[in-house]
């Protein structure tokens, strides 16, 4: 591989801050609001048009149930049970305030873009820079940041901040400042929705058996497990059935092949159906304005989390949140996928076979719910940077369990706190109080067990 040298230049200083966020998923949103409600000033920077990151630009408008396996006690609170509040005054949520039988909690995620506008603007202490991708980290010292260049259609631009929170996903930030990163074994494939309407004029059309029957003659069609759901209140359906196998986030082409890829998946759906059902009055509406990236680069941490602690119902000391989303890992190199279920059961797909089903907990046994912890989302070495998303440090069995959207949530809300109490305390990330941390995500509504 061959290099070029870029000039040293000067870079004006468009924003100084508490804590600067980069990434404005719910999870860095949730990390900035929770930051600023403990009085730090905080930038918060977003490549996107808008807010959400998966839930929005990923179209995955379903988040998982906030009650335990058993259903008897409610283990998720803080800002995601106050936005499900903010969506439900709009009609744009299905049931979340009991255990309900569906899968999980389904939502309009177009007006959880707006109701994350909201709570943004509605936040003293908030900055906010849309469209505008993180470039680079300034260092002041091995493990410690001095700001962040950020550009947009003005320019580049420096944000200079005392903390600093990698929401990006893809561990931007952790990565340009020096902390050490590792690959999993295999990546988690993405995967694209996308909204149709008139989906009820295909009847009790099975998408599965379709794509076995059709794929010869359509071989772009996907491969794998499929799921879907009707949006609230809406003739909107969403479908979750792309599968980008061997995804390298490594290679520079890799997110654009990946996106492409599954475009023309989806092609080949519309295609499919049309052969299926000639009259059917099927119509594409909506395409993401971003594919759905399950894994990338891990940060090294001093604790990283492992599926059998979790699995085993370990109750940490530095337990930043709970959770009930299965141990779900999709094979990157066929259509394969297994659910680890926290009420015992284990289900494999694959191969155009019936689901295969076995025990993984004693007969009459489940887990209530699990739990995650604020050492996984610190990097080694570092002073001021904190990590809030999929880019935490945890094994295979942990991660697929981790890594969605309302666990995240949470770790967003640690995030934020901790570099806030990091800020008042003068220590670094790594120094910081997890009793005190718990103390505060508890004083703000998140259910600490």
Not at 202 to 219: E, I, S, T, W
Request: aromatic share 8%; charged share 25%.
């Amino acid at each position: 591989m061959s290099f070029i040298s870029i000039p040293a230049e000067e870079v004006k200083v468009a924003a100084e801050a508490d804590v600067c966020v980069i990434g404005g998923s719910c999870t860095g949103v949730f990390a900035a609001v929770r930051a600023a409600r403990l009085g730090a000033r905080v930038v918060l920077v977003e490549k996107q048009n808008r807010l959400g990151g998966t839930a929005t630009c990923g179209l995955v408008s379903m988040w998982h149930s906030l009650f335990d396996t058993a259903g008897t006690q409610r283990i998720i609170g803080g800002l995601t049970f106050e936005m499900m509040e903010r969506l439900e005054r709009h009609r744009g949520i299905g049931e979340f305030r009991k255990p309900s039988p569906e899968y999980g909690v389904r939502l309009n995620s177009e007006l959880l873009t707006l109701e994350l506008d909201a709570l943004v603007e509605e936040q003293p202490g908030i900055r906010l820079f849309l469209q505008t991708s993180f470039s680079r980290a300034v260092m002041r010292a091995p493990g410690e940041i001095d700001a962040i260049i950020a550009e947009n259609n003005s320019g580049r631009f420096a944000i200079r901040a005392r903390q600093f929170i990698d929401a990006s996903g893809d561990g931007l930030l952790c990565r340009e400042a020096g902390c050490a990163m590792h690959r999993p074994e295999r990546f988690q494939p993405p995967t694209s929705c996308a909204r149709f309407e008139g989906w009820e004029t295909l009847g009790d059309f099975n998408f599965g058996n379709a794509v076995q029957r059709f794929r010869a003659k359509y071989p772009e069609l996907p491969c794998g497990y499929w799921w879907g759901m009707k949006v609230p209140n809406s003739s909107i359906y969403m479908l979750a059935g792309t599968r980008v196998l061997r995804y390298d986030p490594e290679t520079p082409d890799a997110v654009t092949r990946a996106e492409l890829e599954s475009r023309r998946q989806l092609r080949a759906v519309l295609e499919m159906v049309r052969a299926e059902y000639p009259e059917n009055r099927l119509s594409l509406q909506t395409l993401p304005s971003a594919i759905g990236i399950r894994e990338g680069l891990h940060i090294d941490s001093a604790a990283r989390l492992k599926g059998a602690d979790m699995l085993a119902g370990t109750r940490f000391t530095d337990a930043i949140g709970n959770g009930t989303y299965p141990v779900d890992i999709h094979s990157d190199g066929d259509d394969g996928i297994s659910f680890r279920r926290l009420d015992g059961e284990m289900v494999t797909y694959g191969g155009g076979l019936p689901p295969r089903r076995e025990r993984w907990l004693p007969e009459g046994e489940i887990l209530p719910f699990y739990q995650f912890t604020l050492g996984s989302l610190i990097p080694v070495g570092m002073r001021n940077l904190i990590s809030a998303g999929r880019m935490l440090d945890a094994d295979a069995e942990a991660f697929g369990a981790v890594r969605v959207m309302v666990n995240l949530n949470q770790c967003g809300e640690a995030a934020g706190v901790a570099a806030a109490q990091s800020l008042d305390s003068g220590s670094g990330i790594a120094a910081v109080d997890c009793g005190k941390v718990r103390e505060l995500l508890a004083a703000g509504g998140s259910i600490v067990i």
